[in-house]
């Protein structure tokens, strides 16, 4: 099992950037594939990036290519998600997950175990 605790959630002006943190504890961490869920007000959690767990692939949801960026440090057993050039319909709690999928997963039933969420709020 593996604890996973994110962090670096805020409110941003439209144009800012914002990096999130998820620091996980309990089983080895580079077992897992990591990825970012967000969740807005009234709206279904979804999808927006995951990785590999060696890094060495990463998958996005359209609307966040070129804006976001995941990564992971192994040493550290954390994965990062920054994020540049933030619009108000970023807006949402930014979920943290990991998947012990051997490849790069997007659905949320792929996912085994989630941290509690940071909000992202963007004003614009």
């Known amino acids: 099992q593996v604890q996973l605790v994110e962090s670096g959630g805020g409110l941003v002006q439209a144009g800012d950037s914002l990096r999130l943190s998820c620091a996980a504890s309990g089983r080895t961490f580079s077992q897992y594939v990591m990825g970012w869920f967000r969740q807005a007000p009234g709206k279904e959690r979804e999808f927006v990036t995951a990785?590999?767990?060696?890094?060495?692939?990463?998958y996005y949801q359209d609307s966040v290519k070129g804006r976001f960026t995941i990564s992971r440090d192994n040493a550290k057993n954390t994965v990062y998600l920054q994020m540049n050039r933030l619009k108000p319909e970023d807006t949402a709690v930014y979920y943290c997950?990991?998947?012990?999928?051997?490849?790069?997963?997007?659905?949320?039933?792929?996912?085994?175990?989630w941290g509690q969420g940071t909000q992202v709020t963007v004003s614009s």
């Open positions: 997950a990991a998947s012990t999928s051997t490849v790069v997963r997007r659905l949320r039933y792929e996912y085994d175990y």
């Open positions: 990785i590999s767990r060696s890094g060495s692939n990463t």
